[in-house]
């Protein structure tokens, strides 16, 4: 019988306090014999989210649950290995809710979720190696990075953006987007030296801020005398707060996210300036990508183009092994990773086709990884 490694809740994240090992129990089950319809699926890479704190907390709200005792629920990437199910077939590598886990048993047509598409399985139509591109460069990171600045912000040619937290999974593929519909500088924002000295070396950003130790608003004075036109918000608080005093006539302000400030208690107070989008004729506006889920495969083949003519480049940040799981995760919350943060547990099958081994293979090696 196979043996399953499993990380499971043993407490709740308090409110101030960042998930941990602490709060989760490694351990081992047994894979249990598969029902008709149900697929078994071996783990390959799993992704890490802020919204994955909401599972673990009291305050559930808009998430589902992870209740104390079950397998920490996360979406992630994986081969069947067994199927009793006529629509999967061994070795169909699929994307679905895994867990914290080695194995995974599911039942396709009971986990459909089409509100939030977060537990649905679906196979991957054309799955390359590596596979963490299912999840971020050619998935939902860049979905979100696509719709922030290309649906919502409508970055166009001559623009000036600002990016912050540029350095995680979404910020770091939005930067390159917004260079690819023609932005004239790309401003990234981020916390520490050697965050920004990668934007710059990767070639993400044409300008960086660290807010660790630059006054971001002094900077952006500085980097926008004009105005900024595009700002792709992932943080919320007194950063947002700073940007809507640099807009130009205009501006696009996006909200992605307010990792900032999502679990502080009580609510901090909103912006100050918000005045500023009348002033400037300008507009703030949120969104959440699971609205335009019909449209991803659209997005992908973009995404895969761009990649291809050399466009795009691959900003993965990977944890070896499940063990490390926990740790991924709160490092989201301690501004640990640079680009997007996955976790390994299994090696790529090896027959299939590698991502620059498709038609239009790259040459140039700054857009290899």
Not at 9 to 14: A, F, G, T
Not at 65 to 78: F, H, P
Not at 194 to 212: F, M, N, P, S, T
Not at 306 to 330: F, I, K
Request: aromatic share 8%.
């Amino acid at each position: 019988m196979i043996t399953n490694r499993q990380w499971r809740l043993k407490r709740l994240v308090s409110e101030g306090e960042h998930p941990g090992p602490e709060h989760f129990e490694f351990g081992q089950a047994p894979v249990p014999d598969l029902q008709p319809g149900e697929i078994l699926v071996q783990t390959i890479v799993l992704g890490t989210s802020p919204a994955q704190r909401m599972y673990v907390s009291t305050e559930r709200q808009f998430h589902f649950a992870v209740e104390i005792g079950e397998v920490m629920s996360c979406r992630g990437v994986g081969r069947v290995v067994a199927s009793r199910h006529a629509g999967f077939a061994v070795d169909d590598i699929v994307q679905a809710s895994l867990g914290w886990q080695d194995y995974a048993v599911l039942a396709p047509e009971a986990s459909e979720d089409p509100s939030h598409n977060v537990r649905n399985v679906r196979k991957v139509p054309a799955p390359v190696r590596p596979l963490t591109t299912v999840l971020g460069l050619f998935g939902q990171l860049a979905y979100s990075a696509y719709v922030g600045v290309i649906e919502v912000g409508q970055v166009r040619s001559g623009d000036t953006v600002v990016v912050s937290a540029a350095a995680g999974g979404v910020g770091s593929i939005a930067c390159q987007l917004a260079r690819i519909q023609g932005a004239e500088r790309v401003i990234g924002i981020a916390g520490g030296q050697d965050k920004c000295r990668w934007l710059l070396e990767r070639g993400l950003c044409d300008e960086v801020i660290d807010y660790r130790q630059d006054s971001v608003g002094d900077a952006l004075g500085r980097l926008c005398p004009d105005g900024l036109d595009v700002y792709l918000d992932s943080v919320g608080g007194d950063m947002l707060d700073t940007a809507l005093q640099h807009l130009a006539v205009g501006a696009r302000v996006v909200l992605c996210g307010m990792i900032s400030t999502e679990y502080q208690r009580p609510r901090p107070p909103g912006p100050t300036h918000y005045f500023n989008l009348l002033y400037q004729r300008s507009r703030m506006e949120g969104f959440f990508v699971f609205d335009y889920v019909d449209r991803w495969p659209a997005f992908e083949a973009r995404l895969r183009e761009w990649y291809r003519q050399g466009r795009l480049v691959l900003t993965d940040d990977v944890a070896e092994g499940l063990e490390h799981a926990p740790a991924a995760l709160g490092a989201l919350f301690a501004g640990g990773n640079t680009g997007g943060r996955v976790i390994r547990v299994s090696q790529d099958p090896q027959h299939l086709p590698h991502i620059d081994d498709q038609d239009g293979t790259q040459t140039a090696s700054e857009h290899r990884e």
